[in-house]
């Protein structure tokens, strides 16, 4: 059984910084496809980051870019992601989502996904 277990969100003022921490268990693909999404009230789900476990490749979000960072570490199944310069905008609940193989920005094409993690970001 695959799950994903999110830490690391809290709340932080404008500039601050945050990194959130994805663990994985029960996954067995050698070659997959993590990813951050996030969801505002109201708003719908967006892709944030993801990154291919096979090659260690990140992609963001144009609204992120410059300012967060997504990395894994193999050994421990986990991925983070670092979160600096944070706007009010940021603000969201952050999920964790994993696929096999070729990564995706389509939050409908992960099967597999963690409770999410609340990011607070005051002005």
């Known amino acids: 059984q695959v799950q994903l277990v999110e830490s690391g969100g809290g709340s932080v003022q404008a500039g601050g910084s945050l990194r959130l921490s994805c663990a994985a268990s029960g996954y067995t693909s050698s070659s997959a496809c993590m990813a951050w999404f996030r969801q505002a009230p109201g708003k719908e789900r967006e892709g944030v980051a993801i990154?291919?476990?096979?090659?260690?490749?990140?992609y963001y979000t144009k609204s992120v870019k410059g300012r967060f960072i997504a990395s894994q570490d193999k050994a421990n199944n986990t991925v983070y992601l670092q979160l600096n310069s944070l706007k009010p905008e940021d603000t969201a609940l952050y999920y964790c989502?994993?696929?096999?193989?070729?990564?995706?920005?389509?939050?409908?094409?992960?099967?597999?996904w963690g409770q999410g993690t609340q990011v607070t970001v005051s002005s």
């Open positions: 989502a994993a696929r096999p193989y070729a990564c995706s920005w389509r939050s409908a094409d992960f099967g597999y």
């Open positions: 990154i291919s476990t096979a090659s260690g490749s990140a």
